[in-house]
């Protein structure tokens, strides 16, 4: 069966610091990767999405990016975390052969 | 699209009664789409999806209801229990797109 794992699960770190998140894949192949924040008691905001691995589609421009060294790992990223980063970070995968997209964990990121 | 900027509307039913969740929908084009249930803390999880050459779709205890005339979707919980309390999104999807877009979410409380 697939499972999806983000770590870590809680992250606190000051304003101005780096970040990297990542989200990891098992029991697929190829999947679709995608990253989204969720601000307290708001809705989701997808940030960027990959069908491949190195292809990477930004929604919003910000001062996140993201990779994808592997085909079953996804990393989000920053050279200097904002205030206004903080939130809920939330991994999805899908596979091709399915239409189904399941959510990882999430990562709670405070910034200070 | 999305409606990242709204507050979740909320939505209190008895234990045991019935509860109904609505979902207004953006694309007339989007083919395919899930209920997502989310508990505080935790990513979303599927709960039932439907594609649009359906009307119905009926799970455990979950009966998600697609109207496509005026781009509305519901999904209706059968013998609401506490542990249905959480906040339900619906999101749409294009099959032949990557991108899913979610609805503003409702807050869903169950009174024992």
């Known amino acids: 069966s697939q499972t999806i794992h983000q770590w870590p699960a809680t992250l606190v770190q000051p304003v101005g610091s780096p970040l990297s998140l990542e989200c990891t894949v098992e029991g697929t192949s190829n999947p679709n990767l995608y990253w989204y924040r969720q601000a307290a008691g708001r809705g989701l905001q997808l940030l960027f999405y990959?069908?491949?691995?190195?292809?990477i589609s930004s929604e919003v421009p910000q001062n996140l990016s993201a990779s994808r060294p592997q085909d079953r790992q996804f990393i989000l990223s920053s050279k200097k975390l904002l205030l206004s980063d903080s939130g809920f970070y939330l991994c999805?995968?899908?596979?091709?052969?399915?239409?189904?997209?399941?959510f990882g964990p999430g990562t709670r990121l405070l910034v200070l | 699209g999305e409606s990242v900027g709204l507050h979740l509307p909320t939505l209190s039913v008895q234990e045991g009664d019935n509860s109904i969740i609505n979902c207004a929908y953006s694309?007339?084009?989007?083919?395919?789409f899930i209920w997502y249930k989310q508990e505080s803390g935790k990513g979303p999880q599927f709960i039932i999806d439907i594609r649009s050459n359906m009307d119905k779709r009926q799970g455990q205890r979950v009966t998600v209801l697609l109207n496509k005339t005026v781009k509305h979707l519901s999904l209706q919980i059968a013998a609401t229990q506490p542990g249905d309390s959480a906040v339900y999104f619906c999101?749409?999807?294009?099959?032949?797109?990557?991108?899913?877009?979610f609805g503003t979410g409702t807050s869903l409380t169950v009174i024992p």
């Open positions: 694309n007339s084009a989007s083919d395919y």
């Open positions: 999805a995968w899908r596979d091709r052969a399915q239409e189904t997209q399941y």
């Open positions: 999101a749409e999807n294009l099959l032949t797109g990557n991108q899913f877009y």
């Open positions: 990959s069908v491949g691995i190195g292809q």
